[in-house]
């Protein structure tokens, strides 16, 4: 054999070898591939993804106040994630809504007073879904009236806490006579005197006056009124808000 057909030969052998090689490797990249596609597929048809667990555990139901998801779920161990997720599951189960227009109707049906002296039914107008901010409704009813005007009890009940607050000012929780419901007055100038938590109210009672404390402009002395059906460990400050428009009105 020639030297020439020698290197000939030999060229011919290195590009079949390498040809061979990157088929070999090009099948094997194919099968990988379809394998981890169908990896993927059976994880998405789960439905168990991070970004859904964090979604479904970090935001608490019936929290509007609660913060937004992590921008970094995965940073929690699955472990902890599934605990989380199994236990809000329950408490959805165990805490169905609340059926706001048949409670809603319970009230109403009591007649209650119009908290504001001097202000009639026919004043007032639709305000819970108002927004305020971003992110927040209203939840509540703002009656306007002058600097001082005697804010009253709308029902007999108990005061269950006199609280000074950054948004609401001077406020009052007031619970219901079956203490299944709080009624909550805020913005206030300053209380009737010589009001303390626990005392017993009757209805149409003087428990405040019309003013601007907390985050109401210092120009619209107005009362902010809210309802909300407690809890069963009834906390004042927690509950599900009722729409006063349709209860006094």
């Not at 099968?31 to 990896?39: E, K, S, T």
């Not at 609660?66 to 236990?87: H, K, L």
Request: proline content about 7%; aromatic content about 8%.
């Amino acid at each position: 054999m020639s030297k020439a057909t020698h290197y000939r030969d030999a060229r011919i052998f290195s590009a079949g070898a390498a040809c061979g090689f990157l088929a070999g490797a090009f099948v094997v990249a194919v099968i990988l591939w379809q394998f981890g596609g169908a990896v993927g597929l059976r994880t998405g048809a789960s439905g168990e993804s991070a970004d859904t667990v964090a979604d479904t555990t970090h935001r608490q139901p019936g929290n509007p106040e609660a913060p937004p998801p992590s921008s970094r779920p995965n940073e929690r161990p699955a472990s902890t994630m599934g605990r989380e997720r199994a236990a809000t599951a329950a408490r959805d189960v165990e805490a169905p809504a609340v059926p706001s227009a048949e409670t809603t109707e319970v009230l109403r049906s009591r007649h209650l007073e119009i908290p504001v002296e001097g202000v009639s039914r026919d004043q007032l107008t639709r305000q819970f879904t108002d927004r305020r901010g971003e992110s927040r409704e209203h939840e509540a009813l703002d009656i306007l009236a002058p600097r001082n005007t005697p804010v009253r009890a709308v029902e007999s009940g108990r005061v269950a806490k006199l609280f000074l607050s950054k948004a609401g000012g001077i406020t009052v929780y007031q619970f219901d006579p079956t203490e299944r419901y709080c009624y909550y007055y805020a913005h206030l100038e300053r209380y009737a005197d010589g009001l303390k938590e626990g005392d017993m109210l009757t209805r149409g009672q003087v428990l405040g006056y019309v003013g601007t404390s907390g985050n109401a402009p210092k120009t619209t002395p107005h009362l902010h009124f809210a309802v909300f059906r407690l809890n069963d460990d009834k906390h004042w400050w927690e509950g599900t808000p009722l729409d006063p428009y349709e209860i006094l009105h």
